[in-house]
């Protein structure tokens, strides 16, 4: 369900009342997800989801402040390359083919790894995903949509200098068959060649928050944690007006002319959502 209610937004991108309606979906969304964690409440699949992806070179810190956004904002974290190495330990058919990818430094075919966030995002309990090193290129980027159909809320990007990054990953001891100096140098090139342009892209549509993932944990995520608490303090903010608002026309209209109360508040409601 939520699929449908994010293609039908998606498909009149263009309006202005589309913007609008999609500022509300996203605020609507943030806020209803955290007020139903607190009570426990599993979340129903016709919400619509709540989109971020988390985009940086090898290295930059992207899992690591996943965590901190998970435990801080209560999002379901899905880790493209989590998923892939998954794909890989369970010996699946497409198992040999994503370790050499891996090993290579080069990126999966978009629709194996689309299938797997897809299937991940189906079984979620949740609706505000954080997909964590995905789209990598631009036709992971167009796979996406056209697979799952949704554009992402928010963009982050991890901005860190390559000499750090290498540093990072030589010393980051998971065993992974990709962190040695031979494959990140590879990773590297790839980041600059496909990934750059796809944060360009985003960046270009506004949805591109860039961090400076340099110094320590902590400080960094400092940069990260206003960019969701705005869209919490937008939707509180929006919801304790719009139930003044009604207060105030139910006792002016009497409850006689409920509808046209109603319809009155919707409007004021999306001008002020757009004004946000
Ligand atoms: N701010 C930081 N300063 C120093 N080391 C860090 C920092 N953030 C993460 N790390 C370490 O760097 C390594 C790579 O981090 P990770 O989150 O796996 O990056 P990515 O997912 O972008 O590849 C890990 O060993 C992690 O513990
Ligand atoms: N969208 C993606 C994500 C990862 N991958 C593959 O998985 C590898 C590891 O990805 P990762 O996100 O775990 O790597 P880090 O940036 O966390 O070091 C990449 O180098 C690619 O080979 C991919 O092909 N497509
Ligand atoms: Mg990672």
């Not at 591109?208 to 960094?220: F, N, P, V, W």
């Amino acid at each position: 369900m939520w699929r449908r209610v994010a293609s039908l937004s998606s498909s009149i991108s263009s309006s202005f009342l589309a913007q609008t309606a999609s500022r509300l979906n996203s605020w609507e969304s943030l806020t209803t997800g955290i007020a139903q964690q607190a009570k426990g409440v599993i979340a129903p699949k016709e919400k619509t989801p709540f989109i971020t992806f988390v985009l940086g070179g090898p290295g930059s810190g992207k899992g690591t402040q996943c965590i901190k956004i998970v435990e801080t904002f209560g999002f379901a974290h899905l880790s493209a390359g989590d998923l892939l190495r998954r794909e890989i330990a369970s010996k699946s058919a497409d198992g040999a083919m994503i370790l050499n990818t891996i090993k290579e430094g080069k990126i999966v075919p978009s629709q194996v790894t689309v299938k797997l966030i897809q299937k991940e995002m189906e079984l979620s309990d949740n609706h505000k995903f954080l997909i964590d090193g995905f789209p990598r290129t631009e036709e992971n980027r167009v796979s996406f949509e056209r697979i799952i159909g949704v554009e992402p809320n928010v963009v982050l990007f991890f901005d860190c200098p390559e000499e750090e990054m290498v540093k990072r990953v030589l010393n980051r001891n998971e065993g992974r068959v990709d962190d040695n100096l031979e494959t990140i140098k590879k990773r590297l090139t790839v980041f600059q060649a496909l990934s750059l342009p796809v944060i360009n892209y985003y960046s270009e549509k506004g949805k591109l928050y860039t961090i400076k993932a340099i110094g320590t944990e902590d400080e960094i995520f400092e940069q990260v944690r206003p960019i969701f608490a705005a869209f919490e303090v937008c939707s509180v903010s929006a919801m304790i007006l719009s139930i003044q608002l009604c207060c105030f026309f139910l006792l002016h209209f009497e409850s006689e002319n409920l509808t046209t109360a109603l319809f009155l508040l919707n409007l004021f409601g999306i001008f002020v959502m757009f004004l946000i």
